[in-house]
């Protein structure tokens, strides 16, 4: 089995899809793999290091690709929605491709994956469940983002977060609400409890009350009832409009108070709920920080613009795109973890041959024979379900 690694091509993209630490166990089960030179460095790692654990550099893309049987991306067509259909024509039947394809946000550049008859693998399918939790990339990324939300908020806040006792007195320190406690979310409290800040958050989720509690940070009670607010991957589901006037009403009096703002909030396959509105940007103070990690699927915020910072009453709001980009040495390195986890969970179980025996690879199985054949997807495109479940996937 040949791995090929390719440089990801997203304008701005840093990460790499495989770092030398995780060639060894790949190696080791008998695949070689081979990198496209330049694939390593924007995110630190020096092409000597993957020669050193084994890996060939290739020269050409194009020679990758047509010599590769799986193909590892952080980005492919469709997550990559600038430049990532240039890969379709070196995609070839029967080849394997593991990468992050936002699937349900565009599935008609599904359709266009499927048309090269490749089989696919959406890591951000990944189910929720023990045995995947070292293939979740998709939580890896958020961790990331997370982290560089509150840096990036800390950096443009005309305020320091901490306490500070001084000769010139007392400092008092930021106030910081969280609005979405998942992964992102998470990550987001205990950032922004280590550099000092106080630190409230909200969820429609009550089960996340304790998580959000025992990283010190006060949970925001709303007196609202969310219907189903949880879905059995663990993940919000969507609620009415009428339930997200009500949260916008109860929490404008949380977010007047607050100097930093981090949104959370996404349904998978949804436009993201707007739950911070003009007129709650209105009554912050001016120089207050929102940083809407949402921004990609519409944002949290009224006035949110992916990839732009935006100004409105002195207050800023930034449509963070791709954060975990801007870390890539280490986003690089937790995503190396978790495809190579779920590569091998995929060669050693069999899936790769049979796809219909096993939870993880029937979860996250997008494309094969020419078909989409994820049933979230098909639903999106209003395709029937398939009358033959996809059992027989050939590598």
């Known amino acids: 089995m040949i791995i090929g690694v390719p440089k990801e091509i997203f304008p701005g993209e840093q990460r790499v899809a495989l770092v030398p630490a995780v060639l060894p166990s790949l190696t080791k089960a008998g695949c070689e793999v081979l990198v496209e030179a330049g694939a390593s460095e924007a995110a630190f790692y020096p092409e000597a290091a993957y020669a050193d654990k084994g890996a060939r550099i290739v020269r050409s893309r194009a020679e990758l690709f047509s010599t590769a049987d799986a193909v590892f991306q952080v980005l492919a067509h469709g997550a990559n929605d600038k430049t990532g259909r240039a890969d379709l024509a070196l995609l070839r039947r029967n080849q394997i491709l593991l990468a992050f394809f936002r699937p349900l946000g ?30 979740d990339a998709l939580s890896s990324m958020a961790t990331v983002a997370g982290y560089k939300a509150v840096l990036l908020a800390a950096n443009l806040l005309p305020r320091m977060f901490p306490m500070l006792m001084t000769a010139a007195g007392t400092v008092t320190p930021a106030r910081v609400l969280v609005v979405g406690a998942g992964v992102a979310g998470l990550q987001a409290i205990a950032a922004a409890r280590r550099l000092g800040a106080v630190v409230s958050a909200y969820d429609v989720r009550p089960a996340t009350r304790d998580e959000v509690r025992s990283l010190g940070a006060r949970f925001v009670e709303l007196p609202l009832e969310a219907a189903d607010a949880e879905d059995k991957g663990g993940y919000a589901k969507a609620q009415d409009e009428s339930f997200y006037r009500r949260q916008q009403e109860l929490l404008g009096r949380v977010v007047a108070e607050s100097d930093v703002v981090i949104t959370t909030a996404l349904v998978p396959g949804r436009k993201a709920p707007v739950l911070i509105t003009a007129d709650m940007v209105a009554g912050m103070a001016p120089g207050s920080v929102i940083v809407d990690l949402a921004a990609e699927r519409g944002g949290n915020c009224e006035f949110t613009r992916a990839y732009e910072t935006v100004v409105e009453h002195g207050v800023k709001i930034i449509g963070a795109v791709n954060l975990a980009s801007t870390a890539p040495y280490h986003a690089s390195q937790m995503y190396a973890r978790n495809i190579a986890n779920f590569f091998l969970h995929l060669l050693q179980s069999g899936a790769l041959v049979s796809a219909l025996d096993d939870e ?12 989409v054949v994820h049933p979230l997807v098909r639903e999106a495109l209003g395709l029937p379900p398939l009358a033959v479940p996809a059992s027989h996937v050939q590598a």
């Open 360 to 371: 993880i690879a029937r979860a996250t199985l997008l494309t094969r024979g020419g078909e």
């Open 106 to 135: 565009s599935p008609e550049t599904v359709q266009e994956i499927a048309a090269t008859g490749v089989v696919s693998f959406a890591v951000e399918f990944m189910p929720r469940i023990t045995r995947a939790q070292s293939m």
